[in-house]
């Protein structure tokens, strides 16, 4: 008897996620293209008005040394932070390998305290499992 409402309510959260990540997914594909073709017109207004001063070759030539330039400075700041993120990895991977040879150590040494500590966490965990929401 149970089951079934339970289904129910899991089936209902399931195609309303689906439905509003459907519909979040639609209004960003045309907040996206929205978005390229205001990019495209003012990188136009841009060309039109720098063709004034400088020439329509000069104008583009500026405007490609500027998105050269930009492109540059973002594929140096995500080197940076693929670099971060390595060097925080290694650390963590670092720390893991130490907490497991102090804890192979520990057994090693002293197998009855091990024992007890284990049987604490376990009591712990059982005991302090009962969640009254």
Same mark, same amino acid.
């Given at each position: 008897?149970?089951?079934? %409402?339970?289904?129910?309510?899991?089936?209902?959260?399931?195609? #309303?996620? !689906?439905? &509003?990540?459907? &519909?979040? *997914?639609?209004?960003?594909?045309?907040?996206?293209?929205?978005?390229?073709?205001?990019? !495209? $017109? !003012?990188?136009?207004?841009?060309?039109?008005?720098?063709?004034? %001063?400088?020439?329509? =070759? *000069?104008?583009?030539?500026?405007?490609?040394?500027?998105?050269?330039?930009?492109?540059?400075?973002?594929? %140096?700041?995500?080197?940076?932070?693929?670099?971060r993120?390595? /060097? /925080?990895?290694?650390? &963590? #991977?670092?720390? %893991?390998?130490s907490?497991? @040879? =102090?804890?192979? *150590?520990?057994? &090693?040494?002293?197998?009855?305290?091990? @024992?007890?500590?284990?049987?604490? $966490? !376990?009591?712990?965990?059982?005991? *302090?499992s009962? /969640? #009254?929401?």
């Amino acid at each position: 008897m149970l089951l079934p %409402i339970l289904s129910l309510l899991i089936g209902n959260s399931f195609q #309303r996620t !689906v439905a &509003r990540t459907k &519909r979040n *997914g639609i209004f960003i594909v045309l907040a996206a293209i929205f978005l390229l073709t205001a990019y !495209v $017109l !003012v990188v136009t207004a841009g060309t039109i008005w720098l063709a004034g %001063i400088y020439g329509a =070759v *000069g104008a583009a030539l500026f405007l490609a040394a500027c998105a050269l330039l930009i492109g540059i400075v973002v594929l %140096i700041i995500m080197t940076m932070m693929n670099a971060r993120e390595a /060097r /925080r990895a290694q650390e &963590r #991977r670092l720390a %893991i390998e130490s907490l497991a @040879a =102090v804890g192979i *150590g520990l057994v &090693r040494s002293q197998p009855l305290l091990t @024992a007890g500590v284990l049987a604490a $966490l !376990v009591a712990t965990n059982l005991m *302090g499992s009962k /969640r #009254r929401d």
